[in-house]
Nanobody, 114 residues
Framework: QVQLVESGGGLVQPGGSLRLSCAAS????????VNWFRQAPGKEREWVAY??????ATADSVRDRFTAIRDNEKNTVYLQMNNLKPEDTAVYFC?????????WGQGTQVTVSS
């Protein structure tokens, strides 16, 4: 079955960097679009970035700071986050949409605070 497992979250100071990982299994990874979303306390889940083959895109709110990277040999997608801000504090999820159904990982907490 489809499985997505996020890792790499933690506490970081403003201006710092983190790299999140999403390990995927159970589907044709190479040709599947993988999204990153985040959800801050009291807010709706927000799309952050996606990667499909060599194509990536990021939301305006994180452009020039976040990059989605995929490693097809490891069936893993990364979210490289630089120059983190307190407003980036959220639980980060990876997501795929396959055969009309959404699949989500359990999420990883990112806290940006001094």
């Amino acid at each position: 079955q489809v499985q997505l497992v996020e890792s790499g979250g933690g506490l970081v100071q403003p201006g710092g960097s983190l790299r999140l990982s999403c390990a995927a299994s159970g589907f044709a990874f190479d040709n599947t679009l993988v999204n990153w979303f985040r959800q801050a306390p009291g807010k709706e889940r927000e799309w952050v970035a996606y990667t499909l083959r060599a194509v990536t895109a990021t939301a305006d709110s994180v452009r020039d700071r976040f990059t989605a990277i995929r490693d097809n040999e490891k069936n893993t997608v990364y979210l490289q986050m630089n120059n983190l801000k307190p407003e980036d504090t959220a639980v980060y999820f990876c997501n795929v949409h396959i055969a009309g159904r959404d699949y989500w990982g359990q999420g990883t907490q990112v806290t940006v605070s001094s």
